[in-house]
């Protein structure tokens, strides 16, 4: 039934938005994606574009009201999760898709041992006894690298430090050897010493465990360094996807060239920072057509009569923009017999 | 070299903040947050000098006290011939005019219920800089400055992006005719774009009025973009301090070399050779004896566990303090 | 936590001494004189003069302060003066009886409330959470010698399937509990509610349920724990508004309690047993914050660290 060859998991036409008093916010505004196994995708963006709002749609996390599911599925392993019941849905989280999120000093339990937090998870989706869930948890803090894990198992989140439990995080997160591992900024609220050590960790992990990871982040450096293939996301939309070394090396869509200017080198000197002017526009008035036009230096008046599609490329990659659609030769031939 | 010819603006000499912390017992000694422990640094006018550091290396807490946000421990601190930890409370006020703070949330800072007009003619008012009928002259020109329109003098703080409101902030600081801003994490939480655009803002500014900029930073990649020296903290302690194309081209200390070698980069093709850490920041509560680093230094030796290393000289304006060099 | 717990006892003490302060000058103020009343009227001159001599009223404020200070230590806390028995005597006989109805009324308290408060907190703006709440307005609102009254008629005068007042059996005890603790549980109840809603949203519930946990298993296991913590205080708070309570619900209910000791001795002028009564019960609640702290410090062992 299950090919191992196809994508574990598969992202199509998703769309959540959120009804608030202000009107309705096209957060996620129809995003298509696909994971294999083993595999990293990259979701990134600025503030605001919707990638942690994808990120909590697969496991239909997003809090309701607010938000809601409103188009698209997500096949996992074949099987739609926006149509599953509830029950299907508590198999599958925490057990073959598990999380991690940006705040580790928030998103444990205060007051519940964090060895416990971990042996629940096991105790629930491999339904083994206490003592084994006990001894699991125990084994997953020595395979996350915390120091004299029998100790730290009893004590409370407060008294571990953030790179620790984030550790923490991801040893609950991977505890029940899941296919698909979310990670929502898992390393934005650390120092980079500690980072670098975390998503050291996950890499190793994922070597050792072969989920398919994505990683949402605004870090560009994040991406570069872990991910097989990226996704740029600005207002709701997918604008770029891309392998990894060619979104880098051969940027398409003008916000990521913009983005990748703006951003200091660590390796070289610049007098002065390329920017993107204007800001990005709300997602109750979201513009008919692309959503970018009104920072982008090829703007022209196809780009704001109709929003352009993500359309692959010769060379794979696909790219929201009209520049790369037949549409645009044919108005810059008007153009030039004009 | 040629900084040794510029003149210098602020002078800070073995600075040192404690924190006391409150202990369970009544009997056991106070423990003390040694958060700046014993840093002496010189900035020259009309440069940038960044310092960066991890969480709890002291590197906010430095500003805070150069200011007197916090009363120092104790230390010296020299600005244009005086002490200005020794000085009173109204010629502390004045020098205030002179040295200004842009802070990390510029939401946090700004009173949500002044206009922008309000918030800028507060700022000039208390230093009297401007006599009241220039003011909206004045005004109009700050606006100008950072960027902003002249129809945001009605508007409150809640109405501006993040960006915006830190032009805002940087507006605030400028009414004032500072000679030297301090920058705490100025645009640490703002999205690259706009990141991008304050940082070009504020060194158009520093052209323009000849500022000098003391920035606080945990980010390298902006430190490298900004500074003209940089100034590596580790634990309340200056590991080094350096020119930056020193610093960033050869560093000695092994933090300020593992730290660089933590930056994720933005290019998928490099391949480093990469020193990662191991272990925790140690609490600041109780530091470790001799070199705070060599906990978790990768050519830590016996000598480092005992002996304190001195802040050395070890090329032209590079100073590291290692036992190793 | 040890060294936290003896410094909390330790700082009882001077909060005890100042609440015998307060409460010795509070009766100096009380108009009439005990000893007028005491010798009753048409008295002479000279008999008044005696029983205040006998009594000490005569020395200076400072020296009756110190001497009734020395007493207390002694467990002496006079005698009464209308029957001449020793204070703590009567006391003794009716704290059992003051303690056993406040128990009852701080369970009922706590059960009730925080039962409603969960119901409200499971499903928020639902009838059940709508009608839950506005019942705990109305507890709220209602002043408790209405709302004992009311009781008292339908449960004893109207269905007669509990007695009317009196302190024999457990059956005597259900109608002044509830007026007692109906109040608190209202408090409780929108407290429960309130700090469910606050913690549900926190990311750790978003991680519980990341995790595949069912919802009974979050709202018990990962949220009531953390919304209990400012619960706990208010529950300790309310125990104070309790301890007042008895003295009307004493009163109605004819309880021979210690609210209505004081109520009685109040009346009489008897100085010594309001003193000794009003002590006792300042005592008793010294105490009872005593344990909320060290409570809430075992449920919140962050604040150690802070």
């Known amino acids: 039934m299950y090919d191992s060859d196809k994508p574990v998991l598969e992202v199509k036409g998703l769309k959540t938005h959120l009804t608030t008093k202000n009107g309705v916010s096209k957060a996620v505004d129809g995003i298509d994606f696909s994971l294999h196994k083993g595999e990293t995708l990259g979701i990134v963006g600025e503030s605001g574009c919707g990638k942690s709002m994808t990120s909590l749609s697969i496991l239909r996390l997003i809090p309701s009201p607010p938000g809601k599911i409103v188009d698209g599925s997500i096949l996992f392993k074949g099987k739609n999760i926006v149509e599953m019941s509830e029950d299907q849905l508590r198999k599958i989280r925490g057990n073959e898709i598990s999380m991690i999120f940006q705040e580790p000093m928030t998103s444990l339990n205060p007051v519940i041992p964090v060895g416990e937090q971990i042996a629940e998870a096991l105790r629930l989706h491999q339904k083994l006894g206490k003592k084994d869930a006990w001894q699991n948890s125990i084994e997953m803090l020595k395979l996350v690298g915390i120091p004299s894990p029998e100790k730290r198992a009893k004590q409370e989140p407060f008294q571990l430090s953030g790179g620790m439990r984030q550790r923490v995080m991801i040893a609950m997160a991977l505890a029940c050897r899941p296919e698909v591992l979310i990670a929502d900024e898992p390393t934005t609220a650390l120092d980079v010493t500690i980072q670098a050590q975390i998503l050291e960790l996950i890499k190793k992990l994922q070597a050792k465990i072969g989920m398919g990871v994505i990683m949402i982040t605004h870090d560009l450096g994040v991406v570069a360094e872990t991910c097989d293939k990226v996704a740029v996301m600005y207002a709701g939309n997918i604008v770029e996807h891309a392998p990894t070394e060619q979104l880098f090396s051969d940027p398409k869509h003008p916000y990521t060239k913009g983005l990748l200017n703006s951003l200091p080198r660590i390796y070289e000197d610049q007098d002065e920072l390329a920017t993107i002017e204007g800001n990005v526009p709300s997602p109750y008035h979201l513009p008919e057509g692309c959503r970018f036009a009104s920072r982008c230096a090829h703007r022209e008046a196809i780009c704001d009569r109709k929003l352009p599609e993500l359309i692959e490329q010769s060379d794979g990659v696909k790219v929201r923009c009209w520049m790369y659609t037949d549409q645009w030769a044919l108005h810059e031939e008007k153009e030039e017999v004009l | 070299m040629q900084a040794q010819t510029r003149k210098v603006i602020l002078q800070v000499d073995h600075l040192k903040q404690y924190f006391p912390v409150k202990t369970n017992s009544l009997f056991k000694p106070k423990n003390y947050v040694k958060a700046v422990d014993d840093v002496s640094f010189k900035l020259y006018e009309g440069e940038t000098l960044s310092i960066v550091g991890e969480s709890g290396c002291g590197k906010s807490t430095t500003g805070r006290a150069i200011l007197r946000l916090d009363e120092p421990t104790s230390g010296k601190v020299h600005y244009s011939g005086k002490n200005i930890l020794e000085l009173n409370k109204r010629d502390m006020r004045k020098l205030r005019g002179d040295l200004q703070v842009i802070f990390q949330d510029p939401f946090a800072s700004l009173n949500p219920r002044q206009t922008v007009k309000q918030i800028l003619n507060e700022a000039m008012a208390i230093q009297e800089v401007v006599p009241k009928k220039e003011r909206l002259e004045r005004l109009l020109e700050l606006l100008s400055y950072v960027g902003l329109p002249p129809e945001s003098l009605s508007r409150y703080p809640h109405e501006f992006s993040g960006g915006q409101r830190q032009r805002i902030g940087i507006a605030r600081a400028l009414a004032v005719d500072p000679r030297l801003i301090i920058c705490d994490e100025a645009v640490s939480a703002l999205d690259v774009s706009i990141q991008a655009q304050i940082l070009n803002l504020l060194k158009k500014l520093q052209r323009q009025f000849g500022l000098t900029f003391l920035f606080i930073s945990h980010d390298l990649s902006v430190v490298r973009h900004i500074s003209d020296r940089v100034m590596v903290m580790y634990l309340g302690k200056v590991v080094e301090i350096a020119e930056k194309k020193s610093l960033f081209d050869q560093s000695f200390h092994p933090y300020t070399q593992a730290l660089l070698s933590s930056i994720p980069v933005p290019n998928p093709k490099l391949n480093r050779d990469r020193v990662i850490l191991k272990g925790d920041i140690p609490s600041p509560i109780d530091p470790p004896k001799g070199c705070r680093f060599h906990t978790r230094c990768p050519f830590v030796m016996d000598r480092c566990k005992t002996e304190e290393p001195e802040l050395r000289e070890v090329k032209a304006n590079h100073f590291v303090s290692c036992h190793l060099v | ?306």
């Open chain 3, 1 to 306: 936590m040890m060294m936290f717990i003896l410094r909390r006892i330790f700082q009882t003490i001077p909060v005890m001494i100042g609440v015998t302060f307060v409460v010795f000058f509070i009766m100096q103020l009380v108009p009439g004189d005990p000893a007028v009343l005491l010798a009753g009227e048409g008295a002479s001159k000279e008999t008044i003069e005696g029983i205040r001599e006998q009594l000490g009223l005569n020395q200076p404020l400072y020296v009756q302060y110190t001497d009734y200070l020395m007493n207390i230590f002694r467990g002496d806390l006079g005698v009464s003066l209308k029957n001449s028995q020793p204070v703590l005597d009567e006391i003794l006989v009716r704290l059992p009886i003051t303690i056993e109805l406040a128990f009852f009324s701080i369970l009922i308290t706590i059960v009730l409330g925080m039962a409603a408060g969960i119901i409200s907190a499971i499903k928020p703006y639902s009838l059940t959470d709508v009608s839950v709440m506005l019942i705990a307005l109305l507890g709220i609102s209602l002043p408790s010698f209405w709302f004992g009254l009311m009781l008292m008629y339908l449960f004893s005068v109207k269905l007669q399937i509990l007695p009317v007042a009196g302190w024999d059996s457990i059956l005597h005890i259900i109608l002044p509990a509830v007026t007692l603790g109906a109040g608190g549980a209202a408090i409780v109840a929108r407290m429960t509610r309130s700090s469910m809603l606050e913690v549900i949203r926190q990311d750790y519930i978003r991680t519980a349920r990341s995790k595949g946990l069912r919802e009974t298993v979050i709202i018990y296991k990962h949220a009531l724990r953390n919304a209990l913590i400012p619960v706990i205080t208010v529950v300790g708070l309310q125990f104070g508004a309790l301890l007042g309570g008895t003295v009307l619900v004493e009163s109605i209910f004819a309880i021979n309690g210690l609210g209505r000791m004081i109520v009685d001795a109040i009346r009489m002028r008897d100085l010594p047993i309001v003193q000794g009564g009003v002590l006792c019960a300042s005592l008793i609640f010294v105490i009872v914050n005593l344990f909320v702290d060290i409570f809430y410090r075992f449920f919140n062992k962050r604040i150690e660290l802070n």
